[in-house]
């Protein structure tokens, strides 16, 4: 009964005060609030305290992922922290292994004016936590330090990527991620980034700008703060 009157309402609404309806309907009748085994392990996921990702942000990353499925290659995490977004990644990411980087100590040395997250931001976290949380999934790799010097810890074979997952936060990390994985990336790879469109984090969409500026790829920004970005198989023609 009462769902049928909202229904009414929703329509009325979307008539007459579309921009009202708007928020009605992402609230109500968007698939997320359906999804049950998401809810489950997005509600589990804050009962721990691990995740700093709004509802939307870690649905994206939930439905984005395994869309990689058939693409070659390993996944990778750029900014583990507490290990919200790693432990999600982990629930859907099939048999391909995930490879987790970050200091475990908190945020690196950050560029004068272009980023306004401080130097130590995020430190309350330890590296044993995060693997006790990890406990249980398989193909979990831990490359604890500092980024990209870190990248020297994966095995040989960990040559092409199909989804990388950046949360660095700042500029120069940033652009030493795409740096690193975009030439690793497979065709039909993804890279998704969080804070791309979020004002507090500026030296994410600078670095990502720069970044793609002689690239074929458009960065194609996600509600709510992130962008994607799908890797070609070729270069298409160039107009
Ligand atoms: C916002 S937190 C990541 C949050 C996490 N993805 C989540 O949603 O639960 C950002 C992390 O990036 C890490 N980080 C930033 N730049 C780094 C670098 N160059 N090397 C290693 N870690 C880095 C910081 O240590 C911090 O833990």
Known sequence: MIDRWLSHLELFLLRKA???SVSIRSRRNH???TDKEFLELFDD???RKVIIQSMSEAFNLWQL???TARVQGDIAELGVYLGGTARLLSQIK???RLFLFDTFGG???VKEGLDKVQAGTFAETRLA?????MSGEKNVHFCAGFFPQSTKQLPGDAQKFSFVHLDADIYQSTLDGLTFFYPRLSPGGMIVAHDYRYLQCPGVKQAFTEFFANKPEPVL???DTQCLVVKYSSTPDQR
């Open 31 to 33: 698939v997320v609030r």
């Open 65 to 67: 992922c395994p869309k």
């Open 94 to 96: 099939g048999d391909r």
């Open 221 to 223: 920004e996600l509600w």
């Open 107 to 109: 945020m690196p040395e």
């Open 129 to 133: 936590d995060v693997q006790r949380l």
């Open 18 to 20: 579309p921009h009202w």
């Open 45 to 47: 996921l804050q009962r």
